[in-house]
């Protein structure tokens, strides 16, 4: 074998000496990732949950924030998913129900409270949330933001809950349909509607918003948080995951952003 060919062989040793390592190690650090599909609502609430989690060297979180219905959709044509959070159950009954998600790992984990909310600069008081109270004279021409009630639940609950008062008829064709409750959120504190239905935990992370009433939890149902492995996709990160959202740690952070405990 003459120089070149010895250089040549020296080189090809030790890329290989550099890169085997690292390929062996991918597939386990790939393992250790959780990726967790989740309400928008729960954004910094689990973001704080997964810095957490990461310090305990339990592996890392990659989170998806959207409308539990958007996400549970995308669970359903195959994105692969660990967790799924939903803001309510009926997303949740969905995967259930096609058997896509593990059920036996199925924990109610937080709720949550319907807000009515205005730009932090508005003239709009603080109202009584009540049968047949004037929300379309609060409104005074402009827009009512919230989730679609098509499909995102706050806006399903904030239908639910104008029907039940009986002014949904009044205000429907001023309402702005939004993909996700933060969205809605965002809308009121650009002031580009004059009021807005979100949660609570969402109109407490901004000062550029004022809630002017809370919703009686008799007039939707109660805003209850489901989370589960997603099937096929229980991985021991995950599991882990799942049961640190149930830890001490977790709680105090969700408590810190408004979530009940369940």
Known sequence: MNRKMMARSAILFLALSLTLPIALRSPARAA???TVFAAASLTDALNDIGKLF???????VIPSYLSSSTLAKQIESGAPANVFISAD?????YLENKKLIDQSTRFDM????LVLIAPADSSVSETNISSNFNLAGLLAG???AMGDPDHVPAGIYGKEALEKLGVWNSVQGSVARLNDVRAALALVERGEASLGIV???DA???KKVKVIGT???ETHPPVVYPAALVTGNETPAAKSYLEFLKSPQAKAVFEKYGFSAR
């Open 89 to 93: 159950e009926k997303w949740m009954d």
């Open 215 to 217: 919703f009686p939890e």
């Open 32 to 34: 250790d990732n959780v």
């Open 54 to 60: 990461a310090e305990k060297k339990a592996g890392a």
């Open 199 to 201: 949660y609570a935990t």
């Open 110 to 113: 937080v709720g949550n409270k």
């Open 142 to 144: 402009g827009k009512l």
């Open 204 to 206: 407490a992370i901004t």
